[in-house]
């Protein structure tokens, strides 16, 4: 075999090996950036919580217009982090599924709200992404047992 067709195989070598070590490095970069996110995403749970855990269950026959707010204003946040990606939604909903339908539907159930012109549900529609998480939360619930067609 002649040097030239050894350095072409050489060379060729080089080139193969240096993509595959491209590549790996890639893939883990990838696996390391999901890690990161993942551990980002979860790490906004606790603020998350802490807001969660001070709304005040609303009394729809005697509404407190800042509580209201406050619960309003807490719901549409967990939602936003979830449709904005900021935090884990699986992780969001294990958590808050339950504590985030009773403080929506609590606050539907508000005919008027002082200070308001219109009522609790008004109130929640003019805040979109709190809507859609509890549509989703319900689609959710109500297709829990559902049987699957074949």
């Known amino acids: 075999m002649e040097a030239i067709h050894v350095m ?43 807001h969660m855990a001070t709304l005040t269950k609303i009394n729809h026959l005697d509404p407190v217009t800042p509580d209201i707010i406050k619960v309003v204003n807490t719901l549409e946040l967990v939602a936003l982090c979830c449709e904005g990606g900021m935090i884990d939604e699986g992780v969001i909903k294990r958590t808050f599924r339950d504590q985030f339908t009773d403080h929506y539907e609590s606050v539907m159930k508000c005919q008027i709200v002082p200070g308001f012109d219109h009522g609790g549900d008004t109130l929640l529609k003019q805040n979109r992404a709190a809507t859609q998480f509890y549509r989703s939360l319900e689609a959710e619930r109500l297709s829990q047992d559902s049987i699957k067609k074949l």
């Open 8 to 50: 072409a195989m050489a060379s060729s070598l080089g080139a193969a090996l240096s993509g595959l070590a491209t590549a790996t490095a890639v893939y883990v970069a990838y696996k390391v950036h999901q890690s990161q996110k993942l551990l980002a995403q979860r790490q906004l749970l606790i603020p998350l919580w802490d």
